[in-house]
């Protein structure tokens, strides 16, 4: 049976939240992978909770005390000496300067910008890829909202700094999705770190040349391998859902619904308990959806999320 080290890793993160920097530490002489990057953590000892060793090791490694810090994504790698779960929190308050005490260098890097130090530890790669994805996931609505006022509010959002558009509108006739959709494109075109997803449709993604696709629920649990995008999402709403996703190796996954909603008022939600119980294992960075508002974002992170999804009431 494989032995896995239970691992806690930090992401400390500071400046503007939509492009925020983070840290990576450099391992020092005498230890495996000497002079890799890495998040900074450790081993999650006997008694103690993932968050407790956090704590204790932020403190011995970078001389700081946590003040915040959110669960994010929970990643299993096998090294050439060791099996480690590494348990990630996005840490966004602390007392103290980080220092390198324990490790030979300390750098900031921009999230969604190309590393300046290698080699980084193999492990941190998805990681590096999750932190360029943003707090909010705007699902189109044009059904309801009619298709120029949805795309007078996407072009509003957009100056207004949202960066990811999942094209929904599935009941448009196929000829209006196409054309709302090239719209969209070429909205999000004017905003060179905007990404746009379409949802379920593979032909008509490649089509527009849009950044990705976002796979439903029932697509995903047909799929045998992943689409040949660059950017892929899915729907999921349980544990199964969640390992298919995985398993695909996509870049995120939406979770939900985690409370009522208008578009489903009979279902009650998961509410934040279930959905923390299901991402705590998830290595997927997950968007909350489902009866949620901007102002729910903090609670979100607190569960786990990586951001929030909105039909109705992104900004």
Known sequence: MTVITEVAAAVLLRGDPAAPQFLLAQRPP???YAGYWEFPGGKVEAGETAYCALQRELQEELGIGVEQAWPWVCCEFTYPHATVRLRFFRVNAWRGEPTAIEHSAL???RAGQTASVAPILPANGPILRALALPAVYALTNASENGVEAELERIGTALRNGLRLIQVRDKTLPADDRR???????QLAATHPAARVLVNDDLQLATAI???GIHL???HLRQRAKRPPLPLVAASCHDAEDLAQAAHLQLDFAVLGPVLPTPSHPQAAGMGWQRFADLSRRSP???YAL???????LAE??????HGIAMLRRWP
């Open 107 to 109: 750098v900031w890097l």
């Open 209 to 211: 040349a849009a950044h």
């Open 290 to 296: 489902g009866g949620l508002q901007p102002g729910l």
């Open 216 to 218: 439903s629920s029932a």
């Open 179 to 185: 054309d709302f959709a090239c719209r969209v494109m």
């Open 284 to 286: 997927l960075p997950l």
């Open 30 to 32: 005498g230890k495996p």
């Open 300 to 305: 979100a992170c607190r569960h786990g999320a």
